[in-house]
């Protein structure tokens, strides 16, 4: 099968919105061409999970586990190598701006404990995903936004950076000629991270980073950011974290929902597809036009993903093999 990009003209805002034009080679083979593995039954601890192609960011994570670490402390540490990867353009530092040129970051961490911290809109810091750790330790909320979330960080000792590259101004620049605000929905590429992982003790943390839809309009924030939506973590049940169009994984309430259907016996699998399945069987639905994913696991260390669209995938590292692994899929056509 050929890459696709499904076009279509914004409906709600008139806004350009496009999810993840860029990196990782992953998009170039196939998964026959990969020989990506489908699935694996593997439950031994601690594993990591995370959404896309990111091997140096589960790389990172399991270090951390093996070393003896909390699953917190792994989710955070990997996700923060893809934040500082100017390279990819939908993470932290070089990741692509609003339709003002304006870089903003979503992110999220949740613990064992069901606390939880987040950022939304926050310019200027690489590392959104650490700052929302700060929240959930040092702060009596859950959120901080703007520049509310910016001065917070800075009182923290995060450094401000200017996070638009000279990669990402350029494809601003070039999105301006015709800023015709219409979304590019690129099925099979990098986008946000989201990750999940079990430590030795059997402990469950996620978190979740992401620069958001390129040329989204000013002030937007999607799901990554918000607990239940783009991540949950329950340490009795499992973990869920999405990627894709937010908008619809915030209409669904998609990773609490995930984790729940887990709690009634679905298997991280089912309840991946169950949850794909409430977008795309809504009457109307467009999702023809759109992709979103969801990895999820288990307290026994079971994992699933599932998405909209062919080449979605999920890398995980486990018993020593850091792979990657294609997502089963609802669209055949
Ligand atoms: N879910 C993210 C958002 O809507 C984007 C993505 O995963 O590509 O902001």
């Given amino acids: 099968m050929k890459r696709r990009n499904f076009i279509k003209s914004a409906s709600l805002t008139g806004a350009g919105i496009i999810v993840g034009s860029n990196l990782t080679s992953c998009a170039e083979k196939s998964a026959e061409e990969r ?150 929905i690129n099925i099979e590429n990098h986008d946000t991270i989201g990750m999940l992982a079990i430590d030795k003790n059997g402990d469950i943390s996620g978190a979740c980073t992401t620069s958001g839809l390129a040329y989204k309009m000013g002030g937007r924030v999607g799901d990554s950011p918000i607990i239940g939506s783009g991540l949950f973590v329950d340490n009795e049940i499992g973990a869920a974290v999405a990627t894709g169009l937010g908008e619809e994984v915030v209409k669904t309430v998609g990773s609490f929902l995930v984790v729940e259907l887990m709690r009634q016996g679905k298997s991280p699998q089912e309840a991946c597809k169950e949850a794909i399945s409430r977008i795309v069987n809504k009457p109307n639905s467009d999702y023809k036009n759109f992709q979103v994913g969801y990895i999820a696991v288990n307290k026994q260390g079971v994992t699933g993903s599932y998405s909209i669209h062919q080449w979605f995938s999920m890398t995980k590292f486990q018993d020593g093999v850091n792979e990657q692994i294609q997502s089963d899929y609802f669209n055949k056509d």
């Fill in 35 to 184: 020989e990506v593995p489908v699935s694996t039954g593997k439950t031994s601890l601690p594993l990591v999970i995370a959404t896309w192609h990111v091997m140096d960011s589960t790389v990172k994570a399991m270090k951390i586990l093996q070393d003896g670490g909390t699953a917190l402390d792994a989710v955070e540490q990997g996700c923060m190598v893809e934040e500082a990867n100017e390279k990819g353009q939908s993470v932290g530092k070089g990741g692509l701006p609003d339709r003002d040129g304006n870089v903003t970051l979503d992110a999220c961490i949740m613990d064992k404990h069901g606390n939880c911290g987040s950022v939304v809109y926050l310019q200027n810091i690489t590392h959104a995903v650490s700052v929302a750790r700060k929240v959930m330790e040092d702060t009596p909320h859950v959120m901080l936004a703007g520049k509310g979330a910016e001065q917070f960080a800075l009182s923290r000792g995060f450094q401000p950076e200017d996070l638009l590259t000279e990669a990402s101004k350029a494809a601003w620049e070039k999105w301006k000629i015709e800023a015709k605000y219409k979304p590019i």
